[in-house]
T-cell receptor
Framework: DVKVTQSSRYLVKRTGEKVFLECVQD?????MFWYRQDPGLGLRLIYF???????EKGDIPEGYSVSREKKERFSLILESASTNQTSMYLC????????????FGEGSRLTVL | KNEVEQSPQNLTAQEGEFITINCSYS?????LHWLQQHPGGGIVSLFM???GKKKHGRLIATINIQEKHSSLHITASHPRDSAVYIC?????????????FGKGTKLSVKP
């Protein structure tokens, strides 16, 4: 069965802390995505990667960076967490670009105090 | 940039009822996705369709390319169908590989 695993379901961090969100997929997918989901705004793309060491900014990349050193792992980094980054973060992977079926992780709910 | 509108935003139904959720988009697409999100967060892909109709169990998805409209139907609804249903389309002109997501339809099925 296809699986996308996010490292933490719930995190609580303090303003200014560095935060790492990890995502691992076991499907050998080229494409991996990080989204955030906020009430009333839906899912918005932060960054995506179409290959190892390759990344592209999504619609809301400010305050975030990513790392993809291995095909199966895509990390989202908040260099200095702020309260407006309190959100649900969802990782996804697919074989192709927007026409490919997306497989999502369970989500990581981050609270920044 | 594609824009996606879903309706209704919220829907309450009695068990057994036939459910319809609608999705309209502004720019012609190659494929449209229907997703399901249960409380707790995880999202599951239900359908990806580019024309006509697809069926999986009690779920049916249809798309009219000319009218830029898709519907998701649930027959004989059940409380376990309670979830948020989201449609998504490619964001041509935006970030490559990006999908634009509707804001979702929250369905609650009462026993």
């Amino acid at each position: 069965d296809v699986k996308v695993t996010q490292s933490s379901r719930y995190l609580v961090k303090r303003t200014g802390e560095k935060v790492f969100l990890e995502c691992v997929q076991d499907m050998d997918h080229e494409n991996m995505f990080w989204y955030r989901q906020d009430p009333g705004l839906g899912l918005r793309l932060i960054y995506f990667s179409y290959d190892v060491k390759m990344k592209e900014k999504g619609d809301i990349p400010e305050g975030y960076s990513v790392s993809r050193e291995k095909k199966e792992r895509f990390s989202l980094i908040l260099e200095s967490a702020s309260t407006n980054q309190t959100s649900m973060y969802l990782c996804a992977s697919s074989l192709a670009h927007s026409t490919g079926e997306l497989f999502f992780g369970e989500g990581s709910r981050l609270t920044v105090l | 940039k594609n824009e996606v509108e879903q309706s209704p935003q919220n829907l309450t139904a009695q068990e057994g009822e036939f459910i319809t959720i609608n999705c309209s988009y502004s720019v012609g697409i190659s494929a449209l996705h229907w997703l399901q999100q249960h409380p707790g967060g995880g999202i599951v892909s239900l359908f990806m369709l580019s024309s006509g109709k697809k069926k999986h169990g009690r779920l049916i998805a249809t798309i009219n390319i000319q009218e830029k409209h898709s519907s998701l139907h649930i027959t004989a609804s059940h409380p376990r169908d309670s979830a948020v249903y989201i449609c998504a389309v490619p964001n041509y002109g935006g970030s490559q590989g990006n999908l634009i997501f509707g804001k979702g339809t929250k369905l609650s099925v009462k026993p």
